[in-house]
């Protein structure tokens, strides 16, 4: 059975940093592109960013240059590292299936989502 499991999130300064982690339940998942993505209250859902099984990362342009992603596939784990962050970041946010064609990426969920991680930015 498919699970994802977010972790990490926390209360954070502005400027602050956190590391989020999303544990995998199958190695398939190091197999497939994977994003983080997030979701503010009364927001849509969206993709901040993207890992390929190759371990090639893309960003959206608002977290290009602070938000880091990675990939142990020893351990089936997705990682983001999230520095200088921003009020504007204050989301819950959660990982899963994603795609990239070319330079751009995109959304691709399983039919699945985990219960994410809440990350919360005070001013």
């Known amino acids: 059975q498919v699970q994802l499991v977010e972790s990490g999130g926390g209360l954070v300064q502005t400027g602050g940093s956190l590391r989020l982690s999303c544990a995998a339940s199958?190695?398939?998942?190091?197999?497939?592109?994977m994003g983080w993505y997030r979701q503010a209250p009364g927001k849509q859902r969206e993709l901040v960013a993207t890992?390929?099984?190759?371990?090639?990362?893309n960003y959206a342009d608002s977290v290009q240059g602070r938000f880091t992603i990675s990939r142990d596939a020893a351990k089936n784990t997705m990682y983001l590292q999230m520095n200088s962050l921003k009020p504007e970041d204050t989301s819950t946010y959660y990982c899963?299936?994603?795609?990239?064609?070319?330079?751009?990426?995109?959304?691709?969920?399983?039919?699945?989502w985990g219960k994410g991680t809440l990350v919360t930015v005070s001013s």
């Open positions: 899963n299936r994603a795609q990239v064609i070319g330079a751009t990426m995109s959304s691709n969920p399983l039919n699945y």
């Open positions: 890992i390929t099984s190759s371990g090639t990362p």
């Open positions: 199958s190695s398939i998942f190091n197999f497939i592109t």
